[in-house]
C-alpha cells in the first residue's frame, strides 16, 4: 500500500488505548515507528524501543529513523494507581512528557500531545482550549503541567482536551 505521505511519526503508548485504535486505523496509511515499552504486539512491525527518561536517547531515535511528527499518548491512565503513586506517576507522565517536548524543540519535530479531560471540574457541560483548568484529580494535574510543558516548547498549539474517543478525521488534520 502507498503511504499517504513522507512524514515519518512516532507513536509513543502504542499499546495503549488510543495507539491500538491508531494501529487499527492508520498503521499501514502512515509511515509510523510504534514504540513498545510492556507489551510485544507480534502484528507491528515497526517496533522501536526508546527510553523516555533520556533526552539523549530520544533525540538519537529522532534522528537515526528521521522523525518529523510524535504523537504523544504514553502514560499511566489508571486513576487509583496515579492517586497511590504519585512519585512515579509525575517522572512517567510529566518528565516523560517534558522531555520529549524539549527534544522536539531542538529537533524542530512536531508534537501531537493527547490530553485528558480530566482538566475540568465538570461544572461546566462544555469546555474549549480556553477554559480556565481546574484538575478534578492528580492524573489532570499532571496532563495540565504537561500542556504547559508541551505549550512552552511549541510554535503551534494544537489541544486536544476532550474525553477520549477515536475521531479518524483527527490524525489526518494533524499529521499534515
Not at 35 to 53: Q, S
Not at 77 to 95: A, C, Q
Not at 109 to 120: A, G, P, W, Y
Request: charged content about 30%; proline content about 1%; hydrophobic content about 30%.
Amino acid at each position: 500500500m502507498k503511504l499517504k505521505n513522507k512524514k515519518i511519526i512516532l507513536l509513543t503508548g502504542s499499546t495503549g488505548l488510543f495507539g491500538i485504535n491508531y494501529f487499527n486505523d492508520f498503521g499501514s496509511k502512515y509511515n509510523t515507528f510504534f514504540l513498545i515499552n510492556k507489551k510485544n504486539l507480534n502484528n507491528i512491525k515497526k517496533k522501536i524501543y526508546i527510553n523516555l527518561d533520556s533526552k539523549k536517547n530520544i533525540r538519537e531515535a529522532i534522528i537515526k529513523n528521521k522523525i518529523n511528527t510524535i504523537i504523544h499518548a504514553a502514560g499511566f491512565t489508571n486513576i487509583d494507581y496515579i492517586e497511590k503513586n504519585k512519585k512515579i506517576s509525575y517522572k512517567n507522565n510529566f518528565l516523560t512528557t517534558k522531555n520529549i517536548s524539549e527534544v522536539c524543540k531542538e529537533t524542530s519535530t512536531k508534537l501531537v500531545f493527547i490530553s485528558t479531560d480530566q482538566l475540568f471540574s465538570g461544572k461546566l457541560k462544555k469546555h474549549n482550549e480556553k477554559t480556565k483548568v481546574s484538575p478534578v484529580n492528580y492524573y489532570g494535574y499532571l496532563k495540565s503541567i504537561s500542556e504547559n510543558e508541551v505549550n512552552k516548547n511549541s510554535k503551534k498549539k494544537f489541544d486536544n482536551k476532550n474525553k477520549f474517543f477515536w475521531c479518524r478525521n483527527l490524525i489526518p488534520k494533524v499529521v499534515k
